[in-house]
Structure formats: structure tokens, C-alpha cells
């Protein structure tokens, strides 16, 4: 076990903490994993829960990197990977970035080498190691650094590969900001039971749940979403009333401008980020 690569996160904020988290769960050695951030309260948070090694000399983290995980804001990535060039100078670590909407090409051109560079955007339900991340690898990254990109974004949920870095604006917009879709229908259902006389706490409840239970089915079950609507459907019964209102009132056309907004979105903040 003590083989493994030694993984430091620049940042140990909400990502960093729940990724160091689901890794250490799954078993990984805690003294292989380093977190350098500013914030002595965060670096605080994951030594006392996780045991693993702090700093906040991001210089001194980076020399000990085998994988090296970019956890901050990205606004302020440009000047942290600036930064990062020295302590990199002889050191070819695996970079992964989990920024939103920095490319790969700016990530180098701040390192001041090219590297091999995964970027990856995972989701906030990475917290409760129920993540969905979606990742691109550039030509530098061998099979064997990539198979252990693979197992670190494992440890908080599943994977997902793209073969082109342009396809992670769409993944933005499907995994990334798509539990706050899913949160929306939450509060929109509640809202709407409430006024059909459930009391709210009620309703929050059985919403919830309604939404865990059919996620779980479609995981598990080899029937398309679908084919799993259509069972619940009884001809002539209550569903197919409601599953008509939604088709009515251009369910899928907004979620196809909901979604293409998103992506539009990462592609500006792409640019502008990139311009910086
Ligand atoms: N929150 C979300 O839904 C998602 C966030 N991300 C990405 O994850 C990254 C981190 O986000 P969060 O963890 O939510 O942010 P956060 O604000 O919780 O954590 C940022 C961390 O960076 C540290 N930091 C600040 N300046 C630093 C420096 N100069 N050197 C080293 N560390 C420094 C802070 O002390 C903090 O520990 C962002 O780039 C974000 O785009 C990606 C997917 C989803
Ligand atoms: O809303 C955002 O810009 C970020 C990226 C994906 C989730 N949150």
C-alpha cells in the first residue's frame, strides 16, 4: 500500500476535503496524501478527520508530489500554477486540475512546461461520496496515471472519460451544475405538494426520497429511464396526466436551453479565464 503515489491537493477546501476523504475510506494511506492551503482552519479540518498531512507552504507540498491536485478557486489558479513553476522545475508530476473552465492549455502555459494534465469536474455530491466526474487526459498521461485518476475520483462516485477537451463544457453542464437541477425539482415538488394539503415537512421528505429512490432504480435496473416512467404510467391513471402537463409545457425543450446555457456559459468563463 505504501507504494502508492503520493497525491497533494493545492486547496483544501469542500473538494479537496471530500476527495481526501473518500480516499482514505477506501483505504488509502493517509500519510500519502498531503494538503497545502492558507487557510489553517481547513488544513485543520482534514488532519484531525483524515490524518493526513498539512501545510501551507504550497512549494514544499509540490516537491513531494507524484499527483498533483489543483483544488483552488480558478480565478486564482493562474497565480498559484504561476507560482508552482519552480518547485516543478525538475519534477514531472501528474497535474490534475479540478477547476471549472480552465483549460488545459492555459494550465500549462502558467506551469511553464508541458505536463501531463488531467482535468476533471466532479460535483458537490462528491461530499457524501455519491460524485458523478467527468475527465480529460492530454497526450502526456500514461495508461498508469490515468488508471490512478480513475481511482481517486472512484473513491467519491463514478467516472466518466471524454476524448476531447472541448466536451467538458457539456459535462459542466450535465454533472457539474446538474444537482442544482435536481435540487430545483426537489423544491419545486415540495412546493407544489404543499399546495395540495401535505404538510411541508412531509412533502420535503417524500420528495426527497421519491427523487433517491428513482435515481437508485434507474441505477440498478437494466431498463432505460424511459421504460421506468412508462411502468409507473397506468393507462388512464394519474401519472399519465401529470407526464402530459410536463410534455405540454416543453419539458425537453427546456432542458435543452437550460443545458446549452450552461455550456455556452463554461465556454465564455473558459475564455475569459484563459485571457486573464
Ligand atoms: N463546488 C462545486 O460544485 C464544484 C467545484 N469545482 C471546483 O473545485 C475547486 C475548489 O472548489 P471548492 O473546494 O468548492 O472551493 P473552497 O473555497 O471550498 O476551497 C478552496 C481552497 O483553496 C485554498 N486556497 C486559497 N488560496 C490558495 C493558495 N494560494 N494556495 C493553496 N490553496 C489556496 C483555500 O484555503 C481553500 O482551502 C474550484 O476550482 C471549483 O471550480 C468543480 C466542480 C464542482
Ligand atoms: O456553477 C458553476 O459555475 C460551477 C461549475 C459546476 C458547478 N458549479
Same mark, same amino acid.
Given at each position: 500500500m505504501n507504494n502508492k503515489p503520493h497525491i497533494v491537493f493545492i486547496g483544501a477546501g469542500n473538494m479537496a476535503s471530500s476527495i481526501i476523504g473518500g480516499l482514505v475510506a477506501n483505504g488509502y494511506p493517509a500519510n @500519502?496524501? +498531503? #494538503?497545502?492551503?492558507?487557510?489553517?482552519?481547513?488544513?485543520?479540518? /482534514?488532519?484531525?478527520?483524515?490524518?493526513? $498531512?498539512? +501545510?501551507?507552504?504550497?512549494?514544499?507540498? #509540490?516537491?513531494?508530489?507524484?499527483?498533483? %491536485?489543483?483544488?483552488? @478557486?480558478?480565478?486564482?489558479?493562474?497565480? %498559484?500554477?504561476?507560482?508552482?513553476?519552480?518547485?516543478?522545475?525538475? @519534477?514531472?508530476?501528474?497535474?490534475?486540475?479540478?477547476?471549472?473552465? %480552465?483549460?488545459?492549455?492555459?494550465?500549462? =502555459?502558467?506551469?511553464?512546461?508541458?505536463?501531463?494534465?488531467?482535468?476533471?469536474?466532479? $460535483? +458537490?455530491?462528491?461530499? %457524501?461520496?455519491?460524485?458523478?466526474?467527468?475527465?480529460?487526459?492530454?497526450?502526456? /498521461?500514461?495508461a498508469e496515471q490515468r488508471q490512478q485518476a480513475d481511482e481517486i475520483f472512484q473513491a467519491i462516485g463514478v467516472t466518466e472519460w471524454v476524448t476531447e477537451e472541448a466536451?467538458?463544457?457539456?459535462? +459542466? =453542464?450535465?454533472?457539474?451544475?446538474?444537482?442544482?437541477?435536481?435540487?430545483?425539482?426537489?423544491?419545486?415538488?415540495?412546493?407544489?405538494?404543499? @399546495?395540495?394539503?401535505?404538510?411541508?415537512?412531509t412533502a420535503r421528505k417524500l420528495a426527497i426520497q421519491t427523487v433517491l429512490g428513482a435515481a437508485e432504480m434507474a441505477k440498478q435496473s437494466e431498463l432505460e429511464p424511459a421504460q421506468l416512467k412508462r411502468n409507473v404510467m397506468s393507462p388512464g391513471g394519474t401519472t399519465e396526466r401529470a407526464i402530459q402537463s410536463f410534455e405540454d409545457g416543453g419539458i425537453r425543450a427546456l432542458f435543452e436551453t437550460a443545458v446549452e446555457a450552461a455550456a455556452d456559459r463554461s465556454k465564455e468563463l473558459a475564455e475569459l479565464l484563459g485571457k486573464k
Open positions: @500519502k496524501i +498531503t #494538503a497545502s492551503a492558507p487557510s489553517q482552519e481547513h488544513l485543520d479540518a /482534514v488532519s484531525s478527520q483524515y490524518q493526513v $498531512n498539512t +501545510t501551507a507552504n504550497n512549494h514544499q507540498a #509540490a516537491a513531494e508530489a507524484d499527483i498533483l %491536485v489543483l483544488a483552488v @478557486k480558478p480565478q486564482i489558479l493562474e497565480a %498559484v500554477c504561476a507560482d508552482l513553476a519552480a518547485p516543478l522545475c525538475n @519534477k514531472d508530476p501528474l497535474v490534475i486540475s479540478i477547476a471549472a473552465g %480552465v483549460e488545459i492549455p492555459h494550465i500549462e =502555459a502558467w506551469l511553464g512546461k508541458a505536463l501531463p494534465i488531467i482535468r476533471c469536474m466532479p $460535483n +458537490t455530491p462528491a461530499l %457524501v461520496s455519491q460524485g458523478a466526474s467527468g475527465l480529460f487526459a492530454n497526450q502526456q /498521461v500514461t466536451q467538458m463544457h457539456g459535462i +459542466t =453542464a450535465l454533472s457539474g451544475s446538474g444537482p442544482a437541477y435536481f435540487f430545483l425539482m426537489m423544491e419545486a415538488l415540495e412546493d407544489a405538494s404543499v @399546495k395540495t394539503g401535505i404538510a411541508r415537512e
